[in-house]
């Protein structure tokens, strides 16, 4: 497979890189947090289901030839969540995924780590669509997806619930 999306990404105060096999522990904080993960795996999970999620990102790159990062903040060496570009086989396109532990809620990573993202799949591939596949109560995932410039294009039904697709221009 020829590389074409960048094995990592800089921005000011972020790292994304691939993912590590010691992530997981600071992952947990995100996957173990029943509030942080409502929206998406509907509850906390354990260690091992933490390190199968990041074993599952992972093998994403292989399959797909992209995928979710690991965000470091390069203050601290911290890994803070994760970030990057997602799209299993059921999904209606590759979507920009973002997720981050609670006590970096608010402070602007997020949206600088989807901003450089979005960056990033327009200099690989300008015509391919991309999206924020978002579930219609993640209202803060909603006002990031917006803040950062996607638009509202529909809602759709997807495992037994109501999703929203945004597109980035």
């Known amino acids: 497979m020829t590389e074409v999306v960048p094995q990592g990404i800089e921005t000011a105060r ?20 029943a509030e942080a993960t409502a929206h998406t795996v509907k509850r906390g999970l354990s260690e091992g289901e933490t390190w199968r999620m990041v ?21 601290s060496g911290t890994v803070l969540g994760l970030a990057g570009f997602w799209h299993p086989n059921d999904w209606p396109a590759p979507e920009i995924k973002y997720a981050l532990a609670r006590p970096y809620w ?34 803060a995932s909603i006002r990031l997806a917006r803040a950062v410039g996607a638009v509202f294009d529909k809602e759709v039904p997807f495992r037994g619930s109501t999703w929203c697709i945004y597109r980035y221009p």
């Open 55 to 75: 074993a599952t990102m992972a093998g994403h790159w292989r399959l797909r030839g992209f995928g979710p990062y690991a965000v470091e903040e390069k203050a």
């Open 106 to 139: 608010g402070k602007g990573f997020a949206s600088e780590a989807v901003r450089a993202l979005h960056g990033t799949w327009r200099d690989c591939f300008p015509e391919a669509p991309l999206i924020s596949f978002i579930h219609h109560e993640n209202a």
């Open 14 to 33: 972020l790292t994304l890189r691939q993912f590590r096999e010691s992530d997981w522990s600071d992952l947990q904080a995100y996957y173990g947090d």
